[in-house]
């Protein structure tokens, strides 16, 4: 039996297993942790529904029925299809080619160690950051759970960039992440975030390759966060196609639509 047919054994035991016009789903309810929204996720749907507008209509009245009090429905697609409003992208997953390596930096140009203990402070408050640059209007606590969470992980490893040995940087990446669906392992890289924009592209290059090296031959995926507001939407949206234009394509991506 392969992964994903013991996922979907796994999810109809639970009684999470619908059908849209004959096309098997998995969906269950789930809060963003950082924005409180309420959803239904569906983790899984047979990858000829997102391509079938019969299918997705009749997959939102289907999941109505199972999350009334829910704001909307979160849809995991496969690739990089892209669907008709009032679907909107929310998060979408690259995944790294490992096929470029920056050059060495020059003398005065960022250089990347691992961090330490000591980096620990640094690195939470380049965190904080991150998750209020993807949630633009949330006042994401220092102490929330997201954060601690990933400070407090076994799997991290942060790396940080610095400058004539001044920290401009941080990467970190989660080396020990298994995809629900498919079973495969994967290292995810949850944050880069450069402050001196001077250097934030180089500093940046510098960070992926010495976290893509520290990985192995695991994948090395990241992911984009598409904010509600309209400028942050296309800033996302144009950090997606720099980085699919380089060494990332996409993976899959979670369309939002509300009720």
């Known amino acids: 039996m392969s992964a994903v047919q013991e996922y979907l054994r796994q999810a109809a035991d639970a009684g999470l297993v619908g059908e849209a016009t004959g096309l098997c789903f998995v969906a269950d309810r789930y809060d963003d942790p950082f924005t409180g ?62 096929r470029s390596r920056p050059a060495p930096a020059a003398g005065g140009g960022p250089a990347v160690r691992p961090a330490t203990s000591a980096d620990d402070a640094r690195v939470h408050d380049w965190l904080v950051q991150a998750f209020r640059n993807a949630y633009p209007g949330q006042d994401v606590d220092p102490h929330h759970a997201g954060v601690a969470d990933i400070m407090a992980s076994p799997g991290r490893r942060s790396f940080i960039a610095e400058v004539d040995g001044v920290p401009v940087g941080h990467g970190t990446v989660l080396v020990d992440e298994r995809d629900a669906v498919t079973g495969e392992e994967f290292a995810e890289l949850v944050d880069t975030l450069v402050d001196d924009p001077r250097h934030r592209r180089a500093a940046t290059a510098a960070l992926v390759a010495a976290i893509a090296e520290a990985t192995g031959g695991r994948a090395l995926c990241g992911h984009v966060v598409h904010p509600y507001e309209p400028q942050g939407a296309r800033h996302a949206e144009g ?21």
Do not use: I, M, N
């Not at 391509?51 to 199972?66: C, I, K, P, T």
């Not at 999350?67 to 008709?84: C, K, S, T």
């Open 239 to 259: 950090v997606l196609r720099a980085l699919t234009s380089g060494d990332w394509s996409v993976d899959h991506c979670f369309w939002e639509r509300p009720w």
């Open 37 to 98: 929204r309420k959803q239904v996720l569906v983790e899984y749907c047979d990858p000829r529904l997102p391509a079938s507008a019969d299918a997705l209509e009749a997959l939102v009245r289907a999941l109505h029925g199972r999350g009334p009090a829910a704001d909307a429905v979160l849809l995991r697609v496969v690739g990089d299809r892209r669907l008709p409003p009032p679907w909107r992208p929310r998060l979408t997953y690259v995944r790294h080619r490992r």
